[in-house]
């Protein structure tokens, strides 16, 4: 079982940054693959990023490549997500999911595990 805990909502001006935090409960997150999500109100769960434990795989939308950069710290079981440039279309309620790792990543539906969300609201 993994439990997922957010933290690092808030507003922000466009072009402002942001950092997000997800901090996991289990111990064996080596094996999992790690993902953010976001979802706006009468939209579909987006994906937005994606790793392994280790690093050595990563995975980014077209639409926050270049701006985004997942990371994690294996000492305290926490997974980031630094946004940077962020524009008002970035509003969104940001999700932490976990699941097994594969080479399915992009898909919301595969992930059992998710946190509890965090608003991101971007201001022109």
């Known amino acids: 079982q993994v439990q997922l805990v957010e933290s690092g909502g808030g507003l922000v001006q466009a072009g402002g940054s942001l950092r997000l935090s997800c901090s996991a409960s289990t111990r064996t997150m080596n094996t999992y693959l790690m993902g953010w999500f976001r979802q706006t109100p009468g939209k579909e769960r987006e994906f937005v990023t994606a790793?392994?434990?280790?690093?050595?795989?990563?995975y980014y939308a077209d639409s926050v490549k270049g701006r985004f950069t997942i990371s994690r710290d294996n000492t305290k079981n926490t997974v980031y997500l630094q946004m940077n440039s962020l524009k008002p279309e970035d509003t969104a309620v940001y999700y932490c999911?976990?699941?097994?790792?594969?080479?399915?990543?992009?898909?919301?539906?595969?992930?059992?595990?998710w946190g509890q969300g965090t608003q991101v609201t971007v201001s022109s």
């Open positions: 999911a976990a699941k097994l790792f594969s080479n399915v990543y992009a898909v919301a539906s595969n992930y059992p595990y």
């Open positions: 790793c392994n434990w280790s690093g050595s795989n990563t």
